[in-house]
Nanobody, 119 residues
């Protein structure tokens, strides 16, 4: 099993920064694909940033150049540094981990952390 706990959300003004953290426990390894998703009111959950088993990263076009995903394998942590925040970044942000088991991918989610960008 995998447990994920997010922290670091809050209220920030446009142009500001926040750093989200995800503490992972259970069957998490340095090669476990992990990522950050977000869901705004009335919208579907969308991928924000992900880091794959080889350490490669990918980002949603809307956050490229502003957000950076990273991981600390020693502490089983994944982070999302968010700079130049915009009102449209307001959403609940979820940490995700994926495990391939029984010939299929299983997704694990944290409880989410609210990010509100407003003046």
């Amino acid at each position: 099993q995998v447990q994920l706990v997010e922290s670091g959300g809050g209220l920030v003004q446009p142009g500001g920064s926040l750093r989200l953290s995800c503490a992972a426990s259970g069957s998490i390894f340095s090669t476990t694909p992990m990522g950050w998703y977000r869901q705004a009111p009335g919208k579907q959950r969308e991928l924000v940033a992900a880091i794959n088993s080889g350490g490669g990263t990918n980002y949603a076009d809307s956050v490229k150049g502003r957000f950076t995903i990273s991981r600390d394998n020693a502490k089983n942590g994944v982070f999302l540094q968010m700079n130049s925040l915009k009102a449209e970044d307001t959403a609940v942000y979820y940490c995700n981990a994926r495990r391939f088991q029984n010939f299929k991918w299983d997704d694990y989610w944290g409880q989410g952390t609210q990010v509100t960008v407003s003046s």
